[in-house]
């Protein structure tokens, strides 16, 4: 019989030779899923024995993770903002940027929006945060994926918010009231070509929804279409904030200005790289 610290180092061990990123980290995470533990708890048991019974259900999930199945889908859950959201293979795992994309939405967004709309909304990341962030805006969240949706149905229940987010599936807004305006329109499209497609690591290319991700036109189709779709559903001094790929600012700039949009910037993430455009309201709007 194995100590359960013994289980974690070779877990560990494992992970390293798949060539999984902070393979302890994800050893800690999921084995203490599998046993019903936080890793505090998981430290205090760390000399305790494992059982036959518990080793089962540790092996399965270690199994998975091992074949490179993202983090978030075997745990089930994961955090984002203030919310803890299911995900699975039906929608992408929401990545830290788009944290700091509602974070520079909360920054730059005053007074607070009354009609904010998230397109291509996947799990209701993006929707469910600005709802939390802006309580007195009607907020909307859009998918062409019914099977998004009903992820994205389940997180609005889970995080109290069924009452605040209204789902609707359409393609961009093809299904939204052409007389419907919004002074926040926010969306994180697909934008990889295929080529950053095929480079992805495995967690990506061979887990997550292949439509959620890739984009035609070298990765500009999708953030073209929202950039052109979004301008005649602006409401006057509304903004639009997109996030985007790398290397692909110069073009999407000059895209939104030669629709008439009155201020475009590029702004940085993290690491100091452009990843989120923001635009206000096209120029005639308010004429």
Do not use: C
Not at 61 to 84: I, M, S, W
């Amino acid at each position: 019989m194995l100590t359960l610290l013994e289980i974690v180092k070779r877990t560990s061990d494992f992970f390293d030779k798949r060539g999984i990123e902070q393979p302890r980290l994800n050893a800690e995470l999921v084995i203490g899923h599998a046993l019903g533990l936080d890793r505090m708890q998981l430290y205090l048991q760390f000399e305790r024995l494992m059982t036959e019974a518990e080793l089962v259900g540790v092996r399965g999930k270690v199994r998975r993770r091992g074949a490179r199945e993202p983090l978030q889908y075997v745990l089930g859950t994961t955090a984002f903002h203030d919310l803890v959201l299911e995900v699975d293979r039906r929608v992408l795992a929401p990545r830290p940027e788009t944290e700091q994309l509602i974070e520079r939405i909360r920054e730059r967004v005053e007074p607070g929006p009354t009609r904010i709309i998230d397109l291509g909304t996947g799990s209701g990341a993006i929707a469910l945060a600005l709802a939390q962030v802006f309580p007195k805006a009607a907020v909307v969240g859009v998918d062409s994926s019914s099977k998004a949706l009903e992820v994205a149905r389940a997180n609005a229940g889970s995080n109290s918010l069924g009452d605040r987010v209204v789902f609707v599936e359409s393609d961009w807004f093809d299904r939204i009231d052409p007389s419907e305006r919004f002074d926040l329109i926010v969306s994180n499209p697909p934008y990889l070509s295929e080529r950053e497609w095929s480079e992805a690591p495995p967690e990506v290319r061979e887990h997550e929804p292949r439509s959620a991700l890739v984009a035609d036109d070298d990765g500009y189709g999708a953030l073209e279409a929202v950039l052109e779709a979004a301008r005649d559903r602006i409401e006057p001094g509304g903004h639009l904030f997109l996030e985007t790929g790398m290397d692909q600012h110069a073009r999407l700039v000059a895209t939104a200005r030669g629709l008439g949009y009155a201020e475009v910037e590029s702004l940085h993430d993290w690491s100091g790289r452009d990843r989120f455009l923001v635009a206000s309201g096209p120029e005639w709007a308010s004429q």
